[in-house]
T-cell receptor, first 114, second 114 residues
Framework: DQQVKQNSPSLSVQEGRISILNCDYTNSMFDYFLWYKKYPAEGPTFLISISSIKDKNEDGRFTVFLNKSAKHLSLHIVPSQPGDSAVYFCAARGYGGSQGNLIFGKGTKLSVKP | DSGVTQTPKHLITATGQRVTLRCSPRSGDLSVYWYQQSLDQGLQFLIHYYNGEERAKGNILERFSAQQFPDLHSELNLSSLELGDSALYFC?????????????FGPGTRLTVL
């Protein structure tokens, strides 16, 4: 059973517009949620995180929203740039505090068209 | 560059063989995690070591084992290899200095079992 789900395998957006990537989870015990970006032939790169006690965290063009009642989080990228084209993974931190392992979704491939 | 190194980058071997993947964490990070990414799958957590001790196990097969050495580098040993073990294997490290415990990933080792 998948505890972290990214239901959209791909998303295409025009440069300058907003990209919204979605993620659902089933376990209420997760205490942190993270987004990673992955380019081909590279390891995932950390983007932004949010604590389960917050509902929003912003870092430059990236904002993550958390809706605990719906067990849903989203990553907004504004404005989108061609260099943002990559696979985006949503992850939730499992048990173990700051050293807990991450549970990943299957990823959403974002294509930003010039 | 995340600061996490993995060797080798690519590995091609035959069924039934045994291989060792190596990971060096970022300087100062005590935690090392191993993840497997198969085709069209998200990253699956395998095992976590903290300062030389095993902390958590995920979906790791009995044919697989890992260890973390006193200099904090880690090795993942895969034995009696099967075709289905072909995947990308990522190592990540993390620090206790940040609450969100974001993990920093190496570039991965691509294992092909023929």
């Amino acid at each position: 059973d998948q505890q972290v789900k990214q239901n959209s395998p791909s998303l295409s957006v025009q440069e300058g517009r907003i990209s919204i990537l979605n993620c659902d989870y089933t376990n209420s015990m997760f205490d942190y949620f993270l987004w990673y970006k992955k380019y081909p032939a590279e390891g995932p790169t950390f983007l932004i995180s949010i604590s389960s006690i917050k509902d929003k965290n912003e870092d430059g063009r990236f904002t993550v929203f958390l809706n605990k009642s719906a067990k849903h989080l989203s990553l907004h990228i504004v404005p989108s740039q061609p260099g943002d084209s990559a696979v985006y993974f949503c992850a939730a931190r499992g048990y173990g505090g700051s050293q807990g392992n991450l549970i990943f979704g299957k990823g959403t491939k974002l294509s930003v068209k010039p | 560059d995340s600061g996490v190194t993995q060797t080798p980058k690519h590995l091609i071997t035959a069924t039934g063989q045994r291989v060792t993947l190596r990971c060096s964490p970022r300087s100062g990070d005590l935690s090392v995690y191993w993840y497997q990414q198969s085709l069209d799958q998200g990253l699956q957590f395998l095992i976590h070591y903290y300062n030389g001790e095993e902390r958590a196990k995920g979906n790791i097969l009995e044919r697989f084992s890992a260890q973390q050495f006193p200099d904090l580098h880690s090795e993942l040993n895969l034995s009696s290899l099967e075709l289905g073990d072909s995947a990308l294997y990522f190592c990540a490290s993390s620090t206790t200095r940040t609450g969100s415990g974001e993990q920093f990933f190496g570039p991965g080792t691509r294992l092909t079992v023929l």
